[in-house]
Nanobody, 128 residues
Framework: EVQLVESGGGSVQAGGSLRLTCVASGLTYSNNCMGWFRQAPGKEREGVAAFYTGGGTIYYSDSVKGRFSVSQDNAKNTVYLQMNSLKPEDTAMYYC?????????????????????WGQGTQVTVSS
């Protein structure tokens, strides 16, 4: 059974930083597709970043490019989302997602539908 568990959310003032953590278990392939998504109240879920765990390009949404960065510790089956220069509009529930199969294009466009496994989410609140 695949499980994704996010943590690290919280409340922070604008300009601050947070690091989210996603611990994955049950993924049988060494190279999986993973992504970070977020959903603000009253809005649709949107992609933040997407990548292969085996390495390669990490794709970011324009809204977070230059402020957020993804890293991973494969030995711990853990991926991180470092969020700097946070803005009130970054306030959302943040989710990590995974799937064994996807295309480069899926990752490029941060295609939500390709991911079959999702964590429960962690709330990020940025105050002005």
């Amino acid at each position: 059974e695949v499980q994704l568990v996010e943590s690290g959310g919280g409340s922070v003032q604008a300009g601050g930083s947070l690091r989210l953590t996603c611990v994955a278990s049950g993924l049988t392939y060494s190279n999986n597709c993973m992504g970070w998504f977020r959903q603000a109240p009253g809005k649709e879920r949107e992609g933040v970043a997407a990548f292969y765990t085996g390495g390669g390009t990490i794709y970011y949404s324009d809204s977070v490019k230059g402020r957020f960065s993804v890293s991973q510790d494969n030995a711990k089956n853990t991926v991180y989302l470092q969020m700097n220069s946070l803005k009130p509009e970054d306030t959302a529930m943040y989710y990590c997602a995974a799937d064994p199969f996807c295309s480069d294009y899926d990752l490029l466009i941060l295609r939500e539908g390709v991911f079959n496994y999702w964590g429960q989410g962690t709330q990020v609140t940025v105050s002005s």
